[in-house]
């Protein structure tokens, strides 16, 4: 049997400013005490990939190189890309790098320059994924972004002068933001011509400063019509612009799909390094994650413990799940053979006949793949058939 891909993601929680809408583990102080900083972030993560190497051996697990390597945050950038460099170096020398492994940053395009792209291309990067969210100034502003697209355009033209493969990452759906404000991000993002596009829905929690001042009346609730609206215009013109959806979230010119994010979704091994980073070995049917706040994470560090918050052991119900959500997500689709095999029954020949009928999946080579209506609709086509087979 061939060894499961294995790769590496590593969580940088700094961001020079928190964005309205953001509820992930991030954090804009520059020193978070219990020896947790940006100066001294680097080394506390290099001690992180140590413990997890000795923790991984001693449950008999040989990892191979690593696949892919990806940087994300927050903020990666927000460190110096020489700390950036000495992570991707640590990793090469505990588990070693495959030959041509894609190995990405995230970017805020107002925390680097060519310079700064340029130390990293040298270190080994060979792709960065700039947060460019929209290109309409009263829409960045409600999202608390900093910078501008100009920012974008020069670190686009900049990378692509080093060699580097570029993506950027779009958000509809902004309170505030008309249909034609989506159109011209969208447009923006396809004269940067790049290989690869990234556009999510914006997704609010309560507990952000955005869904505060949406609860309170500030701001209008987005609204899954419009959504719907806005999604279908981004995927008419990028696939007009040649490049085809190959996750309902992401669309590439062929070939340059992100290897990492398609690790994820074909679930293969991975190590998350930082807080809140999550982990994932199927050799023992284990996800873990590590410990969110960055003072703590970092005292278990220094107590040489591996700093996971908890785990747990997926059982085959869960299994079966999420092999329904990665298959339906994707454009290879859901391999139906390998799905009932899974959950040792099958798929109702209605269930599928009435994806057919109502335009949400066609039927082909054994794999139901959702079309343009699925995709809107995917969280029910995956309960649908989670709920076909009792799982």
């Known amino acids: 049997m061939a060894q499961v891909p294995y790769e590496v993601y590593v969580h940088v929680p700094f961001c020079l400013r928190r964005c309205g809408y953001c509820d992930f583990n991030t954090y804009t102080a520059v020193d978070l005490g219990g020896g947790v900083s940006r100066s001294s972030y680097a080394d506390m993560a290099m001690r992180e990939m140590d413990l997890v190497k000795e923790w991984q051996l001693s449950h008999d697990l040989h990892e191979p190189p690593a696949h892919t390597i990806f940087f994300g945050g927050g903020t990666p950038t927000i460190l110096p890309a020489h700390d950036l460099v000495r992570l991707v170096a640590h990793i090469r020398d505990l588990w070693g790098i495959e030959e ?6 995230e970017a805020n395009p107002d925390t680097v320059d060519a310079a700064y792209l340029a130390e990293l291309q040298d270190g080994g990067f060979n792709r960065i994924s700039f947060g460019m969210q929209s290109a309409v100034p009263h829409v960045l502003k409600t999202l608390d972004r900093t910078h501008n697209q100009e920012n974008v355009v020069s670190n686009v033209d900049a990378a692509r002068r080093l060699g580097l493969r570029s993506s950027v990452d779009l958000i509809y759906g902004t309170p505030g933001e008309s249909v034609e404000d989506w159109r011209t991000s969208v447009e923006a993002a ?3 011509d790049v290989d690869h596009i990234s556009a999510y829905a914006l997704a609010l929690e309560p507990t952000t400063k955005m869904g505060r001042m949406i609860a309170s009346g500030r701001l209008p609730e987005p609204d899954d019509d419009d959504e719907a609206t806005k999604y279908e215009i981004a995927d008419e013109l990028f696939s007009q612009a040649g ?3 190959y996750e309902v979230s992401n669309w590439c010119r062929p070939g340059n799909e992100s290897e990492h994010n398609l690790g994820y979704w074909r679930n293969v ?3 998350g390094i930082g807080p809140g980073a999550h982990s994932h070995y199927n050799g023992l049917a284990l996800r873990s994650w590590d410990i969110h706040h960055p003072k703590m994470w970092g005292t278990s560090i220094t107590q040489k413990r591996v700093p996971w918050a908890d785990s747990e052991t997926l059982d085959s119900t869960m299994c079966i799940e999420e092999m329904a959500i990665l298959g339906l997500r994707m454009r290879e689709g859901l391999d139906i053979a390998a799905f009932e095999k899974a959950a040792g ?3 109702p020949d209605v269930t599928l006949a009435e994806f057919e009928r109502e335009k949400l999946a066609t039927i082909k080579n054994g794999r139901i793949i959702a079309t343009r209506r699925g995709r809107l ?15």
């Not at 041509?100 to 940053?105: H, I, P, Y």
């Not at 609709?377 to 799982?391: H, K, R, S, Y």
């Open 100 to 105: 041509g492994a894609e190995v990405t940053t």
């Open 377 to 391: 609709l995917n969280d029910a086509m995956i309960a649908q058939v989670v709920a076909a087979v009792g799982a």
């Open 269 to 271: 091994d991975w190590a």
């Open 190 to 192: 396809l004269e940067l």
């Open 243 to 245: 490049l085809e959806w």
């Open 345 to 347: 029954m099958s798929i």
